[in-house]
Structure formats: C-alpha cells, structure tokens
C-alpha cells in the first residue's frame, strides 16, 4: 500500500535549539539531534493534549457526523489555537458543511455570530442554529504559537509566543530523551541504597512535561480528532 504521511503538516515550532541550551550544553555537530527531537517531541504535545498549538496558515480540518447526536452536539473545539484575529477582532476562521451525498461543493457557509459563535479564550466553537451541523463540516483556521526564531514577515499577522510553562517542558522533555535514548546512557537505572536495591519507575516522559500535558489536555466529545 506504501508509505502514509501523516495528515497534520508541522506548525511552527514552540521552541528553538537556544531554548535547549539554556539546560543543557548542545555542540554545533548536535544541533540537526536536538532540532528532530523539539520537531517529534512538540508533534507529541499536540497528540496529548489533542490541540495544535504551533502556528498553521489555513489550517482546514474536516468532521465527519454520521449519527444525528453527533449533529446535535453544540461545541466543537477547534483544533488550532490561539486563532488569528482579522482587522475587525473577528477571528480567522470558515465553517461550511454539506449533506450525506452531496459533494464538497454544495457545501453552505455557516455564517459567524449568526449560526455560531467562537469563544476565543478556550477555543470553542458553539452551534446557535438548533437545526444542527451537516454531516460534513468542514473548519479552517489560521492561528497557533510562534517561537522566537521564526521570520514574522512571513505571517499576515504576529503570532504570540507560547507560555512560558510549555516552552520549558518541551525543552526539558527533548534532554530528557537525550539522556535517556543517548547511546548507551540511561537516566533509569537499578539503584543500590544501604544494601537494597531498587528500580526507579522507568517513564518515558519527563515528570515536568506530564504535568504540563495534564494541565492543557482537551476532554470532551469533540476534541482535536
């Protein structure tokens, strides 16, 4: 069947080699390591906690409601966050959907402030309509976090930095990694203290990191899938 990439382009990424270097020592030839482990260890942020948070122009995602509960359901959490914001604070985003065996392009615009409305602090989209969502639905968005590194010129907007919080557990996350999977280092060893010897839980992810995952996790019937 070949080779499937994955279907969520890369966004920005929340934090740079020199975040890496303020808690570890990284040499020049280590550089392109460290950078494949922000890239994965930010694409495994995203999963966890079932947001995107590096920044994507045009981001379009596409829901499938097959059930009419499903169509019912009022909130929808967007997938990208924080959203951009056009000249008028509206934020940038298109919803439109179409009906189980229509094509794309019959699809009717759902009209912002009219059939719905986005709560820009969480990232909720809400129904206002009591006809319900289409079968399809299809949502795209412009927004995410920016880090330090990145050519603003290049955006239409200036994407804000991400919190402080994330942009530490990441870093500490990626020296984790290295220490872990670094050769034949291990950070996760028996260890012998006054004559008896214990195993330290061997985790995959920095205790710091998990927490932060905790604190920005998604729960609910929509999330980012």
Known sequence: ????MSTITPGSALITVSDVRLIQEVTVEEEPLVQMLIDSTQSMFETLTQQLWGYRMLYTKIYNFDTARKRSKPKIWLPLMPLELDGSSVPKVTVSGWNFGERESQAVAFVINDDYTIVNSTGVIHLDDYAGWKYWVKIVSTGGYASADIDQSSF???PP???EDVKLALARQVVYQRLRYGGDKAILRDQTVGGSTSRLKEDVHDPFFM???RS????GY???G
């Open 216 to 219: 920005y996790k998604r729960y």
């Open 222 to 224: 929509f999330h980012n």
């Open 161 to 163: 930095e991400p919190p």
């Open 211 to 213: 927490s932060v995952v």
């Open 1 to 4: 069947k070949g080779f499937v």
């Open 156 to 158: 239409t907007g200036a």
